[in-house]
């Protein structure tokens, strides 16, 4: 079954704490996988896409990178402001009422505490 | 531009009553979808629209109907509510480069509670 996992659900970290977050999927014809951030009681921001194995995005202390089976988002010397929750999407083939489409299928999230 | 907005912001309803939250985009965006987000469980679609005056069943359409009758807004319904129910609703669009694989834009939330 197709789906889309992150790890860890949590992690704490100190300031300038360098670490990774993980999104695996399994699906096959990746058609792009979707980070974003949302910070309590707002809605999910857009951080990258990434379409394709060994493509890597950056803004500020974020790099997104992609393999067949996993993307990760590293986030180099991280300060109190990045502390948020870090969501992965992938679209999934779903067919819910009959006629079938491809939907943003979401991971649970990893929350980011970076601590001063 | 506002981006996708959604009112209200707070919302509580008894068991059994109705209510409609309103999204709003001024993007000129193609797709809209409704979600769900419930502690443990992710996001979930609920229903989605590719364009003026289309809806579609998502993941959750039950208990919920939604319209579609101008491009810029698309309503969700609660037509009995439940207390299962209860949960964070988001509003997002995309433009018309894909439905379903294409970068969607969220709003900031409707926060609903049925007692």
């Known amino acids: 079954e197709d789906q889309v996992t992150q790890s860890p659900e949590a992690l704490r970290l100190q300031e300038g704490e360098s670490s990774s977050l993980n999104c695996s999927y399994t699906v096959s014809g990746l058609r792009g996988l979707f980070w974003y951030r949302q910070d309590p009681g707002k809605g999910p921001e857009f951080l990258f896409t990434?379409?394709?194995a060994g493509e890597e995005k950056e803004k500020e202390r974020l790099k997104a990178t992609l393999t067949k089976k996993e993307s990760f988002l590293h986030i180099t010397a991280p300060k109190p402001e990045d502390s948020a929750t870090y969501l992965c999407?992938?679209?999934?083939?779903?067919?819910?009422?009959?006629?079938?489409?491809?939907?943003?299928?979401f991971g649970k999230g990893t929350k980011l505490s970076v601590i001063p | 531009n506002a981006g996708v907005t959604q009112t209200p912001k707070f919302r509580v309803l008894k068991t059994g009553q109705s209510m409609t939250l309103l999204c709003a985009q001024d993007?000129?965006?193609?797709?809209m979808y409704w979600y769900r987000q419930d502690p443990g469980m992710g996001l979930r679609l609920i229903h989605y629209s590719v364009g003026e005056g289309t809806t579609a069943k998502g993941e959750v359409p039950d208990g919920y109907n939604v319209s579609r009758l101008k491009k810029q807004n698309f309503l969700l319904g609660l037509e009995s509510a439940a207390p299962s129910q209860t949960s964070v609703y988001f509003c997002a669009s995309n433009p018309s480069g894909g439905y379903g694989t294409d970068t969607q834009y969220f709003g900031p939330g409707t926060r609903l509670t049925v007692l």
């Open positions: 990434l379409y394709s």
């Open positions: 993007m000129n965006h193609e797709y």
């Open positions: 999407a992938v679209p999934l083939y779903r067919g819910y009422s009959g006629a079938g489409s491809y939907q943003l299928t």
